[in-house]
């Protein structure tokens, strides 16, 4: 059992621990305007952060593509074949296709499937596998992308077509036991984090805070029973409301549980005026929300990773820049 070794990048001291490359966006003939997510929104917050110089190509760390290999430490046979098989195109362009949530991708040869939205993801989920490494070593990490987290080992779903935040965790625990043995997955996006919900059903090691609308997708009742901290909303809950829910229950959850490293879920799908999401959070609230749960981890001084996850508004990518300019 093994991750491959080129997901060991180095980094300079000049670096931060930033981590994106220009590979993480979906470029589909146009296919991708046709689903809500901003499938450019990880450009768009690395352009902003470059924009106001706050990272330049040299500073920003550029992770390597997840592999097979890498994959298969969590995926099964049966799901990695259902996405990369050669011979039968078009059941593999049609499981895609449920995945990502755009219908016209079952007529796309699987070739172009691959390279113009797999790959990306697979990219993606190497930026959040790294991010665990660089936030034991820098004491936080953000990957400009990831946070996958309706994937499990053996289901996608939600525009998740990899489970990275299972994998983050696990190669964490293979490569770094003596560092890292216990986990918090600290999950604010808007919907429930039912992929790895699923995948630690009954792992004491891994402790999960979900946050999330209720009444919305996925409804996934079984993967419930995995949440230790479950705090569910009702539509359109505004700032007040929710920021101290989150500080008292994030509060309650490090009291009763003390992780080695914290996986942070930014979503940020809760903004007004997301329709998927279905809150009322404002773009400053969603700041303030981020700057909670990093001045929990940093005054316990428990290293934390961030993944952006969901945001289907053009704006999105403006709140998570805005609070990178915050933190650092």
Wanted: proline share 3%.
């Amino acid at each position: 059992m093994s991750f491959q070794t080129d997901l060991y990048i180095n980094i300079s001291r000049e670096q931060w621990p930033i981590i994106y490359r220009h590979g993480y966006n979906v470029n589909f003939m146009g296919l991708e305007k046709l689903h809500p997510f901003d499938a450019h929104k990880w450009h768009n917050i690395y352009k902003f952060l470059k924009e106001i110089g706050l990272v330049t190509k040299e500073t920003v760390v550029m992770p390597n593509e997840a592999t097979k290999e890498d994959l298969l430490m969590v995926h099964t046979k049966k799901i990695f074949k259902k996405v990369k098989c050669k011979f039968t195109q078009s059941l593999c362009s049609l499981y895609v296709a449920k995945i990502a949530e755009v219908v016209p991708l079952i007529l796309v040869p699987n070739y172009f499937v691959q390279q113009a939205y797999l790959r990306p993801m697979r990219f993606q989920t190497g930026g959040s596998i790294l991010a665990g490494k660089l936030a034991l070593e820098r004491g936080w990490a953000i990957n400009i992308g990831g946070g996958f987290h309706h994937c499990s080992s053996s289901k996608g779903g939600g525009f998740c077509a990899y489970a990275d935040i299972t994998l983050l965790v696990k190669f964490l625990f293979y490569h770094f036991p003596r560092k890292v043995s216990k986990v918090m997955i600290v999950d604010l996006d808007a919907h429930q984090g039912n992929g790895h919900e699923r995948d630690f059903k009954d792992d004491t090691n891994v402790y999960i805070m979900d946050v999330y609308n209720k009444w919305i997708y996925p409804w996934d009742g079984e993967a419930k029973k995995s949440i230790r901290k479950d705090i569910q909303l009702d539509y359109f809950v505004s700032d007040d409301i929710y920021l101290r829910i989150v500080k008292k229950y994030l509060n309650e959850a490090l009291s009763e549980f003390e992780p080695q490293l914290i996986v942070y879920n930014a979503g940020t799908d809760i903004l007004k005026g997301d329709k998927l999401g279905g809150l009322s959070i404002t773009a400053n609230g969603i700041i303030k929300r981020d700057e909670i749960v990093f001045r929990e981890a940093v005054s316990r001084q428990i290293p934390i990773v961030m993944l952006t996850s969901g945001g289907y508004l053009k704006k999105n990518s403006q709140n998570n820049s805005q609070f990178y300019c915050s933190l650092v």
